[in-house]
Structure formats: C-alpha cells, structure tokens
C-alpha cells in the first residue's frame, strides 16, 4: 500500500472533480441527431494574441500554488470569450490556462482537459508534462490545460457557498445519493445565492457543456491551429465528443479516456452506482482476510457492516481536526472518493472506518478535502459550484416526484450507501435555476466526417463503465483500448507502458489501435 495514501487521491481530484460526491445525470432523449457545424467566432475573439507570461495570481489555493510552481517552464494567460456566443457584442468572460512547452521542437498544441463539471485543468498540463517527462507527447507538443468558463481562475467563476457553509457542511449539491431532505424552498435559495455570488444570473445562463465546446474552437483558433488536438478525461470526454459533434472537421486527433457514456440518460447514473457498488463489494473481499478489517471476514455481510458503523452519523454528527462538520453523507463521499482510485489505495477506507469508530474523522475528511479541493484557510476549488452550475445547464430536470423515484433507485443500486431513511425529500437542486437546460443531449448515434479517434476505458471502471465507453467510440466511429484493471483514467497518469506508448502512437504517429487492443493492468 502507498505510504501516504490520502496522495493518492489528491493526484486524483482532477480526473474527475465532483463525479464521486456529486454525479450528474445525463439524461434526455438518444435519438439520432445529424452532426451539426457551429458558427465561426467573430474575429474580434479570433484576431487575439495570448500574451503568456509567469502564472503569478493565476492560483485559488496553496495546492495549485504548489502545482504551478513545480514546473519552472509553465506559462499562463487569458483568454477573452463573449459570455453569449450568440451576442458577441455583450458582456465578456475570461478562459485562464497554463501552458508547458514542449520539451523538443514543436510540432503543435496537445489542449488538456481534467474532468469535472467544475474541474480546473491549469493545473493538469503541470501533472501530465511531469508523468509523460520522457514520452515523444510532450517532446513533440505544447500542452496546454484551461479552466472551462465558471471554473477555477477564469472567470467569471461561480460560487454558492460562504465559508461558514463550507465549514458546517452545508456545501451541499447532491440531493439523490445523499440522507438529506430538500425543500422547494431550499432550491431558490440556492439558486439565488449561487447568483448572487456568481456575478448575477447571467453568468449562471452560460455555462454549458456547449459554450465550453465553443470556447475550445475558439482557443484552437487563438492558439493558430488548423486542427483541435485534444485529450480528455472523464468529463472532457463528453466535451471532447460534442466538439467532435459540432467541428467534426476541425478535429485532428482525439484521445478520450474514461469514456462517459453518450446515449444511456438516467440509466448511465444508476450503471454508475451499480458499478461503485461492485466495487465497494471487491474492496471488501480484499479486505476481509486481513484481521483488521473495519468490515470483517464476510465480504457478503460487508455492506451490512458499513451501514453499523456509518449510519450512527445520521443523528451525532462528528466534527474534524478544523471544526467541520462530518456527518454521514461526508462518510460516504470519501469512500466513494477513495474508490475511484486502484485496488492498491483502497486500504484508507478500512482504517477511515476504524477512525470513525474510535470517533476520529480526520482521515476521512483530509480525503474529502483532497477531492474537493478545499482547503482549511477556506482557499481553494469552487468545483462544488462549478459543477451544479455547469450540471444544470446540460441536464434534463426532474420534478419532486421524479427526484423520490430516482432517488429510490439509486438507494437499491448501490445499497452499502443507503441511509435507511426511504427517499423522500429529494429534489432536483436545479429546478429554481435562472435558466433553462441547453442538454448535451440527445447525442448522435454516428457522427460523420471524423478522423479516427481514441477511447480508452479500465475494464473496471467504478464511475465510467466499460459499456459507456464501448457506445462512445461506436458514435464516434474510433478506436476503443481496454485496461485491464481498476480505477478511472489512466492516459494522463504516465503509470502503464501499455498505454503511454498507445496514446503516444496516436498522437504522435496516427495510428489508432487495432480492433480490440487491450494493456494488461500495469503492462
């Protein structure tokens, strides 16, 4: 086992942001749709120069400090965006991003995307350059990772919460895989804060998924490229295929891993639960034989165990080593965040619920942390925002009685997360939202006049299954790898030879991987 453990999931929080404390439904209807050509930008935004210089006041916290300053070659800039894509002439937003340079001679700009909603990426062209060092990707490209609109340093950037909200637990959008109770007047509270502390209801009407796929035509043309060279993780493989959607032919090449699934709606959230569920099941056979085990011997009451010893949380609360609140719905985010990570950083799960026993939530909380990117000065990611904001602008909504139903479902999906209490008082945290859904959906089942492209999926991915993955590249018409092995995204973590020297292959090379490719777990 790693011997800081709880590194592991800070590497991790920007593969997929929020997904594990917050995931979003992708939902609406999966009807063919033509591929579609989004309009030219205006030349005032097209005609800019980046003027990139030293990442100074770029950072939100002490963590991206550090990241930003690991990399002596890093340099940052803004980029200017109409706030409308359809009213060029009104208000302006800004794209913050962070380049490194290619190690040898140029040949062109690899754009990055972490994951999210609401996940900042400056900060992952820093990570990837480091875990790529001696790949031909970073000899041959730029990298370059951006904030997406409301998120991170651009701005402008969303926020929901106050510090005294964050600090008692009360940074809450997750309303379906949660023990908490939701009034309609609770949504419009939110909705008002979240406008309140965002710049006003106009920056929360445009922050799709759409306005970002714009965003990255329009960096591709600042940056002087012909073509969009793209690698995304997680969720910035669902703005990675709707760009392809809408600029099929200014796509170049596209490597897409962890595969969301394009066409599955509120089915792809309950397989997503499902699959955390078998997991936690695996988790727990790996942890039984051991004698310390929080869980026991018996991987088949494993679930039963962890309810014992996490569902007290429900009525006596603990507070962590900064006074925060940890309840059980924070228990429950760290397990989750925990596995999204490999089975060899799996065992802080069983110590956190011994920890939890003895009435010690620290461990458990640094996790939470980690992932969220908060920090105890009150610094650091706004991605608990960001990804209600940008979540309430590609998703379908549901009414109080749809929100009881799915909630109920996903109570039977994935049952070691049940808090016993029924579903009632869940409720869809967009429905007093400022503006309605522009959906990422219906996506098409087959987009025409695409180069090949790349999907790589972990054969036991918890939060992306396989099967997702698999309906991807079949819309895009591509190539799909499959690795063996657990955990979400790989491409970017330099950690499987298999893999680099695939993805290298593609992007450096053009060559896609043959028809049922596959690396062996750590290959």
């Given at each position: 086992?790693?011997?800081?453990?709880?590194?592991?999931?800070?590497?991790?929080r920007?593969?997929?942001?929020?997904?594990?404390?917050?995931?979003?439904?992708?939902?609406?209807?999966?009807?063919?749709?033509?591929?579609?050509?989004?309009?030219e930008?205006?030349?005032?935004f097209?005609?800019?120069?980046?003027?990139?210089?030293?990442?100074a006041?770029?950072?939100?916290?002490a963590?991206?400090?550090?990241?930003?300053?690991?990399?002596?070659?890093?340099?940052?800039a803004?980029?200017?965006?109409?706030?409308?894509h359809?009213?060029?002439d009104?208000a302006?937003?800004?794209?913050?991003?962070?380049?490194?340079?290619?190690?040898?001679?140029?040949?062109?700009?690899?754009?990055?995307?972490?994951?999210g909603?609401?996940g900042?990426?400056m900060g992952?062209?820093?990570?990837?350059?480091?875990?790529?060092?001696d790949s031909?990707?970073t000899?041959?490209?730029?990298l370059?990772?951006?904030?997406?609109r409301?998120?991170?340093?651009?701005?402008?950037?969303?926020?929901?919460?106050?510090r005294?909200?964050?600090?008692?637990?009360?940074?809450r959008?997750?309303?379906?895989l949660?023990?908490?109770?939701?009034?309609e007047?609770?949504?419009?509270?939110l909705?008002?804060?979240c406008?309140?502390r965002?710049?006003?209801?106009?920056?929360?009407?445009?922050?799709?998924?759409r306005?970002?796929v714009?965003?990255?035509?329009?960096?591709?043309?600042?940056?002087g490229e012909?073509?969009?060279?793209?690698?995304?993780?997680?969720y910035?493989?669902?703005?990675?295929?709707?760009?392809?959607?809408?600029?099929?032919r200014?796509?170049?090449?596209?490597?897409?891993?962890g595969?969301v699934?394009?066409q599955?709606?509120?089915q792809r959230?309950?397989?997503?639960?499902?699959?955390?569920?078998?997991t936690?099941?695996?988790m727990?056979?790996?942890?039984?034989?051991?004698?310390?085990?929080?869980?026991?011997?018996?991987?088949?009451?494993?679930?039963?165990?962890?309810?014992?010893?996490?569902?007290?949380?429900?009525?006596?609360p603990l507070?962590?080593?900064?006074g925060?609140?940890f309840?059980?719905?924070?228990?429950?985010?760290?397990?989750?965040?925990i596995?999204?990570?490999d089975?060899?950083?799996?065992e802080?799960?069983?110590?956190?619920?011994?920890?939890?026993?003895?009435g010690?939530?620290?461990?458990?909380?640094?996790?939470?942390?980690?992932?969220?990117?908060?920090?105890?000065?009150?610094?650091g990611?706004?991605?608990?925002?960001?990804?209600?904001?940008?979540?309430c602008?590609d998703?379908?909504?549901k009414?109080?009685?749809?929100?009881?139903?799915?909630?109920?479902?996903?109570?039977?999906?994935?049952?070691?997360?049940?808090?016993?209490?029924?579903?009632g008082?869940?409720?869809?945290?967009?429905?007093?939202?400022?503006?309605d859904?522009?959906?990422?959906y219906?996506?098409?089942?087959?987009?025409?006049?695409?180069?090949?492209?790349?999907?790589?999926?972990?054969?036991?991915?918890?939060t992306?299954?396989?099967e997702?993955?698999?309906?991807?590249?079949?819309?895009?018409?591509?190539?799909?790898l499959t690795?063996?092995?657990?955990?979400?995204?790989?491409?970017?973590s330099?950690a499987?030879?298999?893999?680099?020297?695939?993805?290298?292959?593609?992007?450096?090379?053009?060559?896609?991987?043959?028809?049922?490719?596959?690396?062996a777990?750590?290959?």
């Amino acid at each position: 086992m790693p011997a800081h453990p709880d590194r592991t999931i800070v590497r991790r929080r920007r593969l997929l942001g929020a997904a594990a404390l917050s995931l979003v439904v992708l939902s609406g209807a999966c009807a063919a749709v033509p591929a579609t050509s989004a309009p030219e930008e205006p030349g005032r935004f097209a005609g800019q120069q980046l003027a990139f210089g030293p990442c100074a006041g770029y950072a939100r916290s002490a963590a991206d400090e550090q990241v930003f300053a690991a990399e002596p070659r890093a340099q940052c800039a803004r980029m200017q965006v109409p706030l409308d894509h359809d009213d060029p002439d009104g208000a302006t937003g800004e794209i913050a991003m962070l380049r490194v340079p290619a190690r040898g001679t140029s040949e062109g700009t690899l754009v990055l995307n972490s994951g999210g909603p609401g996940g900042a990426g400056m900060g992952f062209a820093v990570t990837t350059a480091a875990a790529l060092a001696d790949s031909s990707i970073t000899e041959r490209f730029d990298l370059v990772g951006f904030d997406p609109r409301g998120v991170g340093a651009s701005t402008p950037a969303v926020e929901c919460f106050s510090r005294e909200q964050y600090d008692t637990g009360q940074a809450r959008t997750e309303y379906f895989l949660s023990a908490r109770s939701w009034s309609e007047q609770d949504a419009a509270a939110l909705a008002d804060q979240c406008a309140e502390r965002s710049g006003g209801q106009q920056s929360l009407s445009h922050l799709s998924s759409r306005d970002t796929v714009r965003d990255m035509d329009l960096l591709r043309t600042v940056l002087g490229e012909d073509k969009l060279r793209f690698l995304g993780q997680s969720y910035g493989t669902r703005i990675g295929a709707l760009y392809a959607q809408a600029y099929p032919r200014n796509v170049g090449a596209m490597v897409l891993d962890g595969g969301v699934d394009p066409q599955a709606g509120d089915q792809r959230r309950l397989q997503q639960y499902a699959s955390f569920q078998n997991t936690f099941e695996r988790m727990a056979a790996l942890c039984a034989p051991n004698r310390e085990c929080a869980l026991g011997p018996d991987p088949a009451r494993a679930t039963e165990r962890f309810q014992q010893i996490v569902r007290p949380l429900l009525d006596a609360p603990l507070r962590d080593d900064t006074g925060t609140v940890f309840g059980y719905d924070e228990a429950v985010d760290a397990v989750l965040g925990i596995l999204l990570s490999d089975a060899t950083a799996w065992e802080p799960i069983s110590i956190g619920l011994a920890d939890l026993q003895a009435g010690d939530p620290d461990r458990f909380a640094r996790v939470n942390r980690a992932v969220g990117g908060r920090e105890p000065d009150g610094r650091g990611s706004n991605q608990t925002a960001a990804n209600l904001a940008i979540g309430c602008l590609d998703e379908q909504r549901k009414t109080p009685q749809e929100a009881e139903v799915f909630r109920a479902r996903i109570y039977a999906a994935t049952p070691f997360a049940d808090p016993g209490r029924g579903p009632g008082g869940a409720r869809d945290a967009c429905e007093a939202w400022p503006t309605d859904p522009d959906p990422a959906y219906p996506f098409p089942e087959k987009v025409d006049g695409l180069p090949p492209t790349m999907v790589i999926s972990l054969a036991n991915d918890p939060t992306t299954p396989i099967e997702g993955a698999r309906r991807l590249q079949q819309a895009l018409g591509g190539a799909l790898l499959t690795v063996d092995g657990d955990g979400h995204t790989i491409a970017a973590s330099g950690a499987n030879p298999c893999v680099n020297d695939a993805v290298a292959a593609y992007l450096v090379d053009g060559r896609a991987p043959a028809e049922g490719a596959r690396c062996a777990a750590n290959s």
